[in-house]
């Protein structure tokens, strides 16, 4: 009875340190995220100046923003996750469960796309143009998911308010579907609640 409630106590004393932990360790990888907001909101931003005509470009230039953005995205990954794996110190259960369900969440969103793909293929422009109408607002919700794990892990008011506002920034998004102001809107939102968090919370992490 008494190695029972030895091993229950030391069970919430390790639940404790979790709970404490996060609480007290800054989020690791905000410059992913960072750069993930500014290249692709860029992109949603160059998508929107073709489509109303600001940029002197036709509807076929529409993709090179996006893909710039992302071999940008994969550059800056490959640099960052180096640099992450040579930091000194221990990495908090916190932010290793951060970094999970983003690096997840990255390979969702990756795996979307390429389904995307294959049904356009598949099924024609049109049905290509349907799906992608979405994308906004299905990568708002990722991002909702992301931020509700690491406000839950990290313990943080402000990160719940990201993720309530990429939940709510999601049909919003859905309401502009197949106009160009939708671009515009997308961009605000990449900008708003990933470049501009991840920028803060690169600067949290250097004053720790």
Known sequence: MTEKTENTAADIAWMRRLAEEGS?????????????????????LFHWAVMTGLLPFTGNALSIGWIVATLLFFVTLAVVINRLKRQPGVVT?????????????????????????????????????????LVPSIIMAFYGIGWTVSAVMQKSRPLWALAIGSYIAAP??????????????????????????GFLLMRAAKRA
């Open 93 to 133: 259960t916190a932010n290793r469960a951060s970094d999970i369900t983003w690096s997840a969440l990255g390979w969702g969103i990756f795996a979307l796309f390429s389904s995307f793909a294959v049904v356009g293929f598949r099924m024609g422009e049109a049905a290509s143009l349907a799906m992608f109408a």
């Open 172 to 197: 919003l998004l859905a309401a502009f579907a197949g106009e160009s102001v939708q671009y515009l809107a997308y961009a605000v939102a990449l900008f708003l609640l990933m470049a501009l968090p």
């Open 24 to 44: 007290q360790t800054p989020m690791q990888g905000a410059s992913i995220l960072f750069m993930a907001g500014l290249l692709y909101g860029s992109a949603s």
